[in-house]
């Protein structure tokens, strides 16, 4: 144990001062204002990027800089970071929470919670700024110059017989295993070739025409969680990431590497980075890429034709390619062994994301990509 040494006299030597512990921080109130400063920036960056056409372009454009910036940085670490990230900021504050009520540290927990909030107000505003503003842009529609109009049940029946035609004339041209599933080789040099896309895209197309993101990556650690909680991939705008499960069976993955690579590139709403992903994998020279989207183009279409009209869906289906029928009982079979409570919690969690963001479809916005195919097959077939 340490002591006072002091003079004969009893007295403190001169300039000594007893330690009395380091000092703990900004003060409670000082992280509830700083929080509120954020709340209050986070709803600026949402309504003024809504409400004033010049300013929320000047947002999304920074955005859009910031984010491939990042994206670029994390993506010379070829695992993902994010993962990490969300299993620090998950489990830290759960640990500290237990250790503070454990050892009964009130004061210590009451200026944590405090922190904590100002935490969740800077993990939102981060959020708005680097990706929620990006749902203020135009359809993507009107910025490609065409327009989506509602469709009959028999426009919808002849878009599918023609996913069927397209689909059935790469089915046997990709390559197969023995056992005949697809077999697309390297993850990280499918993500290449998809950004190699994305770039013929943009010179192509003013839209694509934005910084250029880093690869997308496949998930190392959360996999698993994903598919139980049916979730094929993510966008993570805080390092910039686009995340692919490794449950994705094959024939998806360079459509899910596009759907969530559309992300990166400032396309918010699902529909459109659905349409985005088979626009850009379509006209591919790599017959993996223009299979991927035109069998994922056949799925969305022909199941929304059997909504209305499932004999015709059902006979449609039967004019698939033994190859293509295959590789969908692959995909269902994948699918069917994440079903359970845990999977429509899941679905339900971003289904109610998916709602908040603006999107009220929820997570059918997913299927509305069939409005997007049919009016630029009308726009195509006009040309």
Avoid at 141 to 158: E, I, N, P, W
Avoid at 300 to 323: I, M, P
Wanted: charge should be neutral; glycine fraction near 8%.
């Amino acid at each position: 144990m340490n002591k006072l040494f002091s003079h004969k006299d009893g007295s403190a030597a001169r300039g000594y001062r007893p330690y009395r512990g380091a000092k703990s921080g900004p003060a409670w109130y000082v992280w509830l204002l700083l929080g509120a400063l954020l709340l209050a920036l986070s709803a600026f960056f949402w309504f003024g990027s809504r409400s004033f056409p010049a300013l929320g372009a000047g947002m999304r454009r920074g955005a859009l800089a910031v984010s491939a910036f990042l994206s670029r940085l994390t993506g010379l670490v070829p695992i993902p970071l994010s993962e990490w990230l969300l299993g620090g900021v998950t489990l830290g504050p759960l640990i500290w929470l237990i250790v503070t009520l454990l050892r009964r540290r009130w004061a210590v927990l009451g200026r944590g919670l405090c922190f904590l909030i100002f935490l969740g107000s800077l993990i939102l505003f981060l959020f708005v700024s680097l990706f929620l503003v990006q749902h203020s842009a135009a359809p993507l529609a009107s910025r490609l110059g065409f327009s989506v109009d509602k469709h009959t049940a028999d426009q919808l029946a002849d878009y599918v017989a023609y996913t069927v035609e397209q689909t059935n004339a790469l089915a046997d041209k990709v390559p197969r295993t023995a056992a005949g599933d697809c077999d697309f080789g390297s993850f990280r040099a499918l993500s290449a070739l998809v950004q190699e896309e994305y770039d013929r895209l943009a010179s192509e197309n003013p839209v694509f025409a934005v910084p250029r993101p880093g690869q997308g990556k496949r998930s190392l650690l959360g996999g698993r969680i994903m598919s139980l909680i049916d979730l094929a991939g993510y966008y993570f705008p805080y390092t910039g990431e686009q995340i692919v499960s490794t449950d994705v069976v094959p024939s998806h993955i360079p459509f899910d590497v596009a759907h969530e690579g559309a992300h990166a590139r400032g396309i918010a709403p699902e529909d459109e980075c659905n349409f985005a992903a088979w626009l850009v994998l379509k006209d591919s020279e790599d017959v993996r890429l223009r299979y991927s989207a035109w069998l994922n183009a056949y799925i969305y279409a022909n199941n929304a034709l059997f909504a209305v009209d499932r004999e015709r869906a059902t006979a449609l289906y039967s004019s698939l390619s033994g190859e293509a029928r295959h590789d969908l009982s692959v995909l269902n079979e994948s699918l069917r062994r994440f079903e359970g409570k845990l999977n429509d919690l899941g679905s339900a969690v971003n289904d109610a994301y998916i709602k908040a963001t603006g999107q009220p479809e929820g997570v059918r916005s997913y299927g509305k990509v069939v409005d997007l195919l049919l009016a630029w097959h009308d726009r195509e077939a006009a040309q």
